[in-house]
């Protein structure tokens, strides 16, 4: 039998929650409305507060994932894998929660009425109430919650996940949720009672609450240890992510809310705490990648698809979203000052069999390497990446995409040329590439049509299904770089391959092999029933019905790999 309170009774409405804050919309709706004089509303208040405390959420969770910034003061290793993201989905139901707690405390409680604006000395009276009655009352609730029927029925939910993260804070029973929900409310009520109360306190004490559990959840160690040297009194007033991720480590200790001073009166304080506060942010306990791979952004509104925009987001496949429109501005401002001052950048990791595994992104964007003036500026780009890399031990880095096209640096071997000391190894995918795709072609294909045909991927494509029997015909201008190809071949498969200058050459065949990007216009010379391989980034847009499209190529990663929470970010993927 479920323990009382120990699911959301809104559990099996999904998203569909969110209509339960109707009736405080309907609220403010029908005051504006048909009220000649609106009078003071709290379902408003509520509703703006309930905003607020999702965006501190957001915004501090979108913080804690910048990578590129915070990889060396991580307090753990490992990164957010789909499995608890997938168990953090809801992680805002307590914000729903409290909304209706609060809309309750303004209809049992007069003095809610009439609140001002603004009452200096709230501030004073309601630190007064944190510090000698919300700290000590959540330390002793917390203890009791780590008992074992307690912890068993209720808050081992929040010590579930692996990682903690900002979202992590959200993360537990209804009943844990009215409890914290309590005891925040302590010094907003006292306060107000008291005649001290105003609007601008609630916000602030709020808010202010939600921002400090953000900073003790993640999993970015952000306080710097010279406060504590310079003002030893402030380990007893402030904690730390690090605080926090020991509790989480060893259990019965560290119970404070913010304050450890609670910690340390009830002999609950680890030992460890500033030690190894101190070994993490200094960057001791990194550790570096083996492997890289070296990616680039496909277009402006795919590259909001990062665990440090929206981080559940990007744990799904891309698809375009209106959502994602009104933050174009801010991706297109964010495209200009990457292509003036950026350096490639850490995005993701993950760890493979004790191996670290990480993506790196050359701040530019498809249409930018079709530019003849930035090729320059790309391959310095790719270069100081492989540089960076060479010296923080790396063994390999992949370059992906067009960061390997043939015409911007020979598939990188103007790079391998030109660093001939380099311990890094630099490669590129098109092999295995090139595997998938043709694992993809049907054995009883006797005829494809190739775009893309004189790359590194085209080349390897047409050799080997000559070496089939396949005639290939090959989309190409440069009569050179075919007879290139086509003397590679052996003797008796020669004739397989076949130079074709237009796409109408292939108004009969069934089986295109895209590697270079074509318009729905030249889509229409394919028959009907065609099918099209690509390893075209961006992917071509499917505009014909009568037609199919495969996918981009991709391989399955094995089971034990762990912290993976990315899907790809671009288009067909």
């Known amino acids: 039998m479920v323990a009382f309170l120990s699911s959301w009774p809104w559990e099996n409405l999904g998203n569909l929650k969110y209509l339960l804050y109707g009736p405080l919309i309907a609220n403010v709706v029908y005051a504006r409305m048909y009220e000649e004089t609106p009078k003071f509303n709290w379902c408003l208040h509520i509703l703006i507060l309930c905003a ?14 910048w990578h590129f910034l915070t990889r060396r003061r991580r307090v753990v290793q490992q990164t957010v894998d789909f499995k608890q993201i997938d168990s953090e989905w809801h992680w805002d139901n307590f914000i729903l929660l409290h909304a209706f707690m609060g809309l309750m405390a303004t209809y049992t409680f007069p003095v809610f009425t009439n609140l001002p604006i603004w009452n200096s000395k709230g501030y004073l009276f309601a630190l007064l109430l944190h510090i000698a009655v919300v700290e000590p ?3 002793f609730v917390h203890m009791l919650l780590h008992s074992d029927y307690l912890f068993t029925n209720y808050h081992s939910l929040h010590h579930s996940s692996v990682v903690p ?5 959200g993360l537990a029973t209804p009943l844990e949720h009215i409890i914290f929900g309590l005891i925040m409310g302590i010094p907003i009520l006292a306060t107000c009672l008291l005649g001290y109360g105003s609007l601008k306190l609630i916000y602030g004490y709020v808010l202010i609450f939600d921002f400090l559990k953000c900073l003790g959840h993640g999993y970015t160690e952000c306080v710097p240890p010279v406060i504590f040297e310079f003002l030893p009194f402030l380990k007893y007033l402030i904690y730390t992510p690090t605080y926090h991720y020991l509790h989480r480590k060893e259990m019965n200790t560290n119970f404070c809310l ?7 009166l009830g002999n609950t304080l680890n030992k460890k705490s500033w030690e190894l506060h101190k070994k993490i942010f200094s960057g001791e306990n990194t550790k570096e990648p083996d492997f890289v791979f070296l990616m680039h952004c496909v277009d402006v509104i795919s590259s909001i698809h990062v665990p440090f925009v929206l981080r559940s987001f990007v744990s799904l496949p891309y698809t375009t979203r209106l959502f994602l429109f009104p933050l174009w501005p801010l991706a297109f401002a964010t495209t200009m000052l990457l292509w003036m001052f950026g350096k490639a950048f850490l995005v993701m990791g993950y760890t493979l069999r004790g191996r670290v595994h990480q993506s790196w992104c050359v701040p530019r964007y498809g249409f930018q390497y079709f530019l003849p003036f930035a090729k320059n500026g790309i391959n310095d780009q790719i270069e100081d990446a492989i540089l960076k890399a060479d010296k923080l031990g790396v063994k390999v880095i992949s370059l992906a995409a067009l960061n390997k096209n043939e015409a911007l640096n020979g598939g990188g071997t103007l790079f391998v040329k030109k660093l001939p000391d380099l ?3 630099v490669t590129h995918g098109n092999t295995l590439t090139a595997a998938v795709i043709l694992s993809e072609i049907p054995k009883e294909v006797k005829e494809v049509f190739l775009t893309g045909a004189t790359s590194k991927l085209g080349r390897a494509i047409a050799l080997y299904l000559c070496r089939r029997g396949v ?3 090959m989309l190409t201008k440069s009569t050179e770089r075919f007879q290139s190809i086509q003397n590679e071949a052996a003797e008796e498969h020669r004739s397989c391959l076949v130079q074709v200058t237009k796409f109408q050459a292939a108004q009969h065949c069934k089986t295109w092999v895209v ?25 071509i847009l499917e505009f ?23 899907c790809e970010g671009f288009p067909g993927s």
């Open 423 to 425: 311990r890094v190894r």
């Open 52 to 65: 607020l405390r999702g965006a501190v959420y957001t915004l501090c969770s979108g913080l804690n994932h």
């Open 137 to 139: 009352l959540y330390y």
């Open 515 to 539: 590697g270079k990007w074509i318009t729905p216009r030249e889509q229409r010379w394919a028959p009907s029933g065609t099918h099209f391989n690509q390893f075209v980034v961006p992917s």
């Open 544 to 566: 014909r019905r009568d037609c199919t499209y495969g996918k981009l190529a991709a391989m399955k990663l094995p089971e034990d790999v762990q912290g993976l929470g990315t």
């Open 258 to 264: 913010f304050m450890p001073l609670y910690d340390a």
């Open 471 to 473: 005639r290939v015909m």
């Open 165 to 169: 993260q900002t979202l992590t804070a």
